[in-house]
């Protein structure tokens, strides 16, 4: 008489099982196709399993967000780029990241430097700015214009006050 186990850690045995050649595990499952799969649930599982793994190296892998909003008061004495157009500072916004660009004598656009495609935080460059990790190009006003596929900067409202020289984001 043959007795096949699949699985030896988990086997419990009675006499008259092991006469009939069966075997039984913890899960249940008894008889002598025990811990067998037909082609069906095999495939069930399998493609609930692939699914599985795509959600999570899709989130994974997400990193930070943008704020939805901010608000943040900004004199402009103390960021001396912001003193010429075309000039970026950074900002920190309770942890988050921001650029300020001064696109014109009285108009400024605020940015969040967190790139949309997988978090990571862009940098100033000539004509615009760039994601470091995957290399999304973004123009001076946050719109996405090459590399990496993505969508946008987050853009936050910005209200210059030439009279206090400063700026109220959010």
Same mark, same amino acid.
């Given at each position: 008489m043959e007795i096949r186990v699949r699985d030896p850690h988990r086997l419990t045995e009675?006499?008259?099982? #092991?006469r009939a050649g #069966? &075997?039984?595990?913890?899960?249940?499952?008894h008889g002598t196709d025990a811990g067998r799969l037909d082609r069906r649930t095999f495939l069930i599982r399998g493609s609930l399993a692939a699914v599985g793994v795509v959600l999570v190296a899709c989130s994974a892998g997400g990193g930070p967000m943008a704020p939805r909003s &901010?608000? !943040?008061i %900004?004199? !402009?004495a103390t960021y001396p780029a912001l003193a010429n157009i075309g000039g970026v500072a950074y900002v920190d916004a309770n942890g988050s990241p921001l650029a300020i660009v =001064?696109?014109?004598?009285?108009?400024? %656009?605020?940015?969040? =430097?967190i790139c949309p495609h997988q978090g990571g935080t862009v940098n100033a460059i000539t004509t615009g700015f760039l994601c470091p990790n995957h290399h999304a190009q973004f123009d001076d006003q946050g719109r996405w214009v090459g590399g990496q596929p993505t969508g946008n900067l987050t853009t936050y409202p910005t209200t210059y006050d030439a009279t206090s020289q400063s700026l109220t984001i959010g």
């Open positions: 009675t006499s008259q099982m #092991e #069966e &075997v039984s595990c913890a899960c249940g499952a &901010v608000s !943040l %900004v004199s !402009l =001064r696109t014109s004598a009285s108009t400024f %656009v605020t940015l969040s =430097r």
